[in-house]
């Protein structure tokens, strides 16, 4: 897959909400501002509920800068790609399959599987277990340049573990002039 790091053409935003899975992986293409807040929604123990009286920790917030490049596939029935650089640094990678399936990998080493669904309403569903845990992401689009995330963790007994939402910003280069 090559990558290719340019955000949607005007053509593209005129074809906004993307209506194929390509499409929604190359409109995720570009930096963002992204806002971050997670939830631990386990039930604490003795010890952590003391701690929380000093301080919370059942909720943090972070901002930073995210980049998304789309990776265009090799064959002309794949759907390619996404890079991401969390404000954190290392790179991920998700590459997507025509039958609905994703394999993502991550700095250190570990690889993932899981499913995607382009839903009707142009959002994205990505599936995903670990060790008994599932994960659900939704990402969609509510505006060509304002991008929407949230996603739950579900421990193996079907408690939820935690969950988080960002809201992300497309940084928009203005022409020189």
């Known amino acids: 897959m090559t990558s290719a790091t340019e955000p949607p053409t005007p053509a593209t935003i005129a ?3 993307p209506q194929t899975i390509a499409a929604f992986l190359a409109f995720c293409a570009g930096d963002w501002l992204s806002l971050r807040s997670r ?3 386990e039930e604490a123990s003795a010890e952590a509920r003391q701690a929380e009286e000093d301080e919370v920790s059942w909720h943090s917030s972070e901002r930073g800068e995210l980049t998304v490049a789309y990776l265009a596939p090799e064959g002309t029935d794949e759907p390619g790609g996404l890079e991401i650089t969390p404000p954190t640094g290392g790179r991920h990678r998700l590459l997507f399959l025509p ?6 990998s991550a700095p250190d080493g570990t690889v993932s599987t899981g499913r995607w ?4 309403d142009g959002s994205l569903e990505l599936t995903s277990q670990r060790a008994g ?3 659900r992401e939704r990402i969609w689009f509510t505006k060509a340049n304002l ?3 949230s996603s739950v963790e579900n421990l193996p007994d079907g408690r939820p573990g935690r969950a988080s939402f960002s809201s992300e910003i497309r940084r928009v280069s203005r022409p020189a002039g």
């Open 15 to 17: 074809a906004f909400p």
């Open 39 to 41: 939830f631990s929604l």
């Open 99 to 104: 039958g609905g399936d994703f394999q993502g």
């Open 117 to 120: 669904q382009l839903w009707p």
């Open 133 to 135: 845990t599932s994960v």
């Open 147 to 149: 991008r929407l995330r």
